[in-house]
């Protein structure tokens, strides 16, 4: 594998990032975009564990509202301040 499952998770974390608030994202739209950039050398297992990895580590959560999908957490009223 040429690519590291962190590659793959910095990656996936850019693009969730990017359409926070516009977009909600599932697991199948980060499989498709890292097939698009990075071709057969990312497989469907290498993906599941990035996303694992973004879980796992805090800087992404599952959101369940209206399907399940890959969102940034949220930050409460007070954190903002």
């Known amino acids: 594998m040429a690519v590291s499952v962190e590659q793959l998770a910095d990656e996936m974390f850019a693009i969730v990032e990017e359409s926070a608030g516009k977009r909600k994202l599932k697991a199948g739209d980060l499989q498709k975009a890292m ?12 993906v ?27 930050t409460e009223g007070a954190a903002n301040e």
């Open 35 to 46: 097939a698009a950039k990075h071709g057969d050398e990312v497989s469907r297992k290498d």
């Open 48 to 74: 599941k564990a990035g996303i694992k990895l973004l879980i796992d580590s805090g800087r992404c959560v599952y959101g369940y509202f209206g399907g399940s999908s890959i969102e940034l957490p949220r």
